[in-house]
């Protein structure tokens, strides 16, 4: 399966123009013509989230192959540079709708909340409108409590739906202690969710561990889960010379050795194991640490470093999607992180951009954690429980000093990648999925690439 190179109609954001209007009463004359999957998620290009990234390859792969799809989705409001995306697009069987309801009170937690809730119900009137139609529905976790409006529509329209969980909720708002246990709140979401679970055709998460934890907090539940994890494209992204790497010449990465933390700096990353560690090498010439992102604790982290003076320490914003495979094939050395206590709520994706670009990769993480299990069958670098500083730091100049084992891990992790987790691979686990519930009036030639043939 490869991407389209020709859209249907080609891609097009507009405005209510004519142009537009057309694109419109095409769309819509040929959803009696295909199967047709509503996917609903908060964050969606160009957001630069790495769940609305994942949600944009895999729905362009699917209606390449005949799947029409409708992506309903909010305005950038997470990690974004350009302020506002066209309210209506059509991109070949996509037509992506986006809502500003999401954008109304400023990036604070208690803001995000509100805009969640928003973006819920927004979600929730337009569905009630158009989920009669038959259509299979696949709601996220972007926002938490979208699983909620999935039951609601099933229930006042019967419209079939899937789960796909990034995390699980409350689960990790306990967790971390953003909710207590006993709290009403959290015993109301937590039979709410028990409730969108059950009426679910089937349910996805990312990891063996996840699976397990929902099987923990809810162990009636008699709906199928899933576990599929997210993919790279080893084509996209690839091991890179540095003096062809244009990423490694804009920020003077061509000499020393350079340990790349990228992505969200949020409260389930444990980076102060990774900055402990940077203490510790601090003495070290030649060594860097790149922190590219941001999140909760990005100022936290800042203030760390700029008060332990840890000058080989450096910050980057997001970069553009376009400028995600040299970044990768820059490191020397990739770490992902997850806190102990997130350990089965979240499933880091960027360890299969690391693998594809042939980085070696530290994981800091609990021993029960499944990227554990990953990385020794990879062969492809090492974990390290959450505080183990020395054992890192160790690891760090071990590579340091050793590049052709630093390679042959990079090389292994690349293989293990191919072998398991390339878009061909995973999605194909997502067509089968599809395949298996949607309506069986459409005509069968739409369904070539969900039954396989």
Avoid at 191 to 196: D, E, F, R
Avoid at 330 to 349: F, H, I, R, T
């Amino acid at each position: 399966m490869t991407v389209c190179s020709r859209s249907l109609f080609g891609s097009v954001s507009a405005s209510l123009s004519p142009r537009t209007l057309g694109l419109r009463w095409q769309w819509r004359r040929q959803k009696n013509q295909h199967a047709r999957l509503t996917i609903v998620s908060q964050f969606f290009p160009p957001d630069f989230a790495a769940t609305g990234q994942f949600l944009d390859d895999l729905s362009r792969r699917l209606s390449c192959e005949g799947l029409q799809i409708l992506v309903l989705t909010g305005q950038p409001n997470y990690a974004f540079r350009d302020g506002r995306a066209a309210r209506i697009s059509f991109d070949g069987h996509r037509c992506i709708r986006r809502t500003s309801v999401s954008r109304w009170w400023p990036s604070r937690i208690r803001g995000r909340v509100v805009n969640s809730v928003l973006f819920c119900v927004r979600s929730l009137l337009r569905l009630m409108r158009s989920a009669r139609r038959g259509d299979l529905l696949l709601f996220t976790t972007e926002p938490a409590y979208l699983p909620l409006v999935g039951w609601l529509v099933n229930r006042l329209t019967g419209a079939p739906y899937l789960l796909l969980l990034y995390d699980l909720y409350p689960d990790i708002a306990v967790s971390l202690g953003v909710l207590r246990p006993a709290h009403p709140l959290t015993r109301f979401w937590q039979l709410a969710q028990g409730q969108a679970l059950a009426a679910a055709r089937e349910v996805v998460v990312l990891s063996t561990t996840m699976a397990a934890r929902l099987q923990q907090s809810y162990p009636g539940l008699s709906t199928a889960v899933q576990v599929i994890p997210s993919w790279a494209d080893p084509q996209r992204i690839h091991p890179m010379p540095r003096q062809d790497n244009p990423f490694v010449q804009r920020h003077g990465l061509q000499d020393g050795f350079t340990v790349l933390y990228a992505g969200n700096q949020g409260r389930c990353h444990d980076l102060d194991t990774l900055l402990d560690a940077a203490e510790l090498l601090s003495h070290r010439p030649g060594l860097r640490l790149l922190i590219v992102g941001n999140g909760a604790r990005h100022q936290h982290l800042q203030q760390r470093v700029q008060q332990a003076g840890l000058s080989q320490v450096r910050f980057l914003p997001y970069q553009e999607p376009a400028a995600l495979p040299a970044m990768l094939a820059a490191a020397d050395l990739a770490v992902v992180s997850l806190l102990a206590a997130a350990e089965g709520q979240v499933a880091p994706s960027k360890l299969y951009g690391h693998l594809a670009a042939a980085t070696p990769v530290a994981v800091i993480c609990s021993e029960q954690s499944y990227l554990r299990q990953d990385i020794e069958t990879a062969g492809c670098g090492a974990a390290f429980a959450n505080g183990d500083a020395v054992g890192l730091a160790a690891f760090i100049t071990r590579l340091a000093d050793h590049p052709q084992l630093a390679r042959a891990m990079g090389q292994a992790g690349r293989r293990h990648l191919q072998r398991t987790a390339t878009p061909e691979l995973v999605v194909q686990r997502y067509a089968q999925l599809l395949a298996r519930h949607l309506p069986q009036r459409i005509p069968e030639r739409s369904l070539s690439l969900v039954a396989g043939t």
